[in-house]
């Protein structure tokens, strides 16, 4: 269904390193997936998005891979930075303008 | 600034009362949704509109909910008679429909607690 968990999953990186952010989609028709950040008290921040049609999208530090056969979405960032530290939804849309979120998760950057 | 924004950023009311959230989105965008947030999940759907009309309204969205875009412009979503599990940030974002892009942008969120 639609619910996620209570619990997010976290990722711990060190300042410096590549992350790497998975999420699993629902649906095998959706045809748009977005990622987003958000922070503490604050709205989703778009970071990147990604049509059916492509399979890897490189913005400034992040690329999104998208892999359709096993409906799987990826968001790398590079050079991770404290400031990267928030939490990380992917979304997916389908025939509508609904967006369909995903399990969040956790980023965590430490010196 | 020029995003998307909305009012009151916060919100504490009492079980019962009658609360209204408004939305102001990027001026250009002719789409307009409301999404509900509770902790330690995504934002789920609740409706849509595309200029003034109301195109899509989730079953999450119950007869105590109702949203509105008289002029095509800002929005406002209406809880009557609020319930403890309402409390939730209350999420609104816009987007330019086109066959380009559909990206939604996202406000601040109005957080509401009811006691």
């Known amino acids: 269904g639609e619910s996620v968990g209570l619990h997010l999953p976290t990722l711990s990186v060190q300042e410096g390193d590549n992350s790497i952010i998975n999420c699993a989609y629902s649906?095998?028709?959706?045809?748009?997936f977005i990622w987003y950040k958000q922070e503490s008290g604050k709205g989703p921040q778009f970071i990147i998005d990604i049509r059916s049609n492509m399979d890897k999208r490189q913005g400034q530090r992040v690329t999104v891979l998208l892999n359709k056969t096993v409906k799987h979405l990826s968001l790398q960032i590079a050079a991770t930075q404290p400031g990267d530290s928030a939490v990380y939804f992917c979304?997916?849309?389908?025939?509508?303008?609904?967006?369909?979120f995903g399990t969040g998760t956790r980023l965590q950057v430490f010196p | 600034d020029t995003g998307v924004s909305q009012d009151p950023r916060h919100k504490i009311t009492k079980r019962g009362q009658n609360v209204t959230f408004r939305c102001d989105p990027i001026?250009?965008?002719?789409?307009l949704y409301w999404y509900r947030q509770t902790l330690g999940q995504g934002p789920e759907f609740l409706t849509y509109f595309q200029n003034e009309a109301q195109l899509e309204k989730s079953r999450l969205l119950s007869d105590r909910f109702s949203a509105e875009r008289p002029k095509g412009s800002f929005s406002t979503l209406e809880i009557q008679r609020t319930e403890q599990g309402d409390s939730a940030m209350y999420l609104c974002?816009?987007?330019?429909?086109?066959?380009?892009?559909?990206?939604?942008?996202f406000g601040p969120g109005t957080r509401l607690l009811v006691l």
């Open positions: 001026s250009e965008h002719n789409r």
């Open positions: 979304a997916e849309n389908y025939n509508t303008d609904k967006l369909i």
């Open positions: 974002a816009s987007s330019l429909a086109d066959s380009l892009t559909q990206t939604q942008y």
């Open positions: 649906n095998s028709a959706s045809d748009y």
